[in-house]
């Protein structure tokens, strides 16, 4: 198994355009690609039509697309991909509502939120709206919840790809947390 680092170093070298760095990231950085996805759509409502293969390579296209990304690591890598899998979620959400006839909006607590399972794509939608009202308050409490949640990156990963410390993470963790029980109970 390839370690942080060389995951690193291979997308740095994709991030000064050799493209034979992208052909030897992808099977390293596969696996996890698809355990985001899977971990992903286990908290999406039944019968979802997107499969987890098929969300990793939408990611994937969205991924190599970056044409101006500075890779700086192994966690920054992954913190994009979660939010590249994040919006087609999100996207797939809104589809499948309109399909519906524009269904009413469905008020959620954070923790309906962040244990998305059965029919659940009114709350991965609010919680989605909760999150840019949050990253327009606070962007980096907004990123920490997205990399945490979305892109299942540990506390120190998080720190890692910050430029921050782990304490700092924990405490606007705990923030964020905080702020979006409220939002998201002002929708109740």
């Known amino acids: 198994m390839k370690t942080s680092t060389e995951i690193t170093q291979l997308l740095l070298a994709w991030s000064d ?13 596969y696996r996890e690609l698809k355990r985001l996805a899977e971990r992903y759509l286990r908290r999406e409502r039944s019968g979802h039509t997107l499969q987890p293969t098929a969300l990793v390579h939408e990611a994937y296209l969205k991924l190599i697309d970056q044409k ?3 890779w700086q690591n192994r966690a920054h890598f992954f913190g994009v991909a979660a939010q590249a899998m994040r919006r087609i979620l999100v996207d797939h959400a809104r589809s499948f509502q309109s399909e519906k006839r524009g269904g009413s909006e469905t008020k959620i607590s954070f923790d309906e939120g962040l244990d998305l399972s059965g029919e659940r794509a009114n709350e991965l939608i609010a919680l989605d709206d909760a ?3 949050l990253a327009e308050l606070d962007p980096q409490k907004s990123r920490i919840v997205e990399l945490k949640y979305f892109g299942g ?36």
């Open 17 to 29: 355009g050799e493209r034979e760095a992208l052909d030897k990231l992808l099977p390293l950085v």
């Open 68 to 70: 101006h990304v500075r």
């Open 131 to 133: 999150l840019k009202s």
């Open 153 to 188: 990156l540990s506390l120190e990963e998080i720190a890692e790809a910050l430029g921050v410390s782990r304490a700092t993470v924990v405490r606007q963790w705990r923030l964020a947390r905080a702020w979006l029980y409220s939002e998201l109970g002002k929708m109740q």
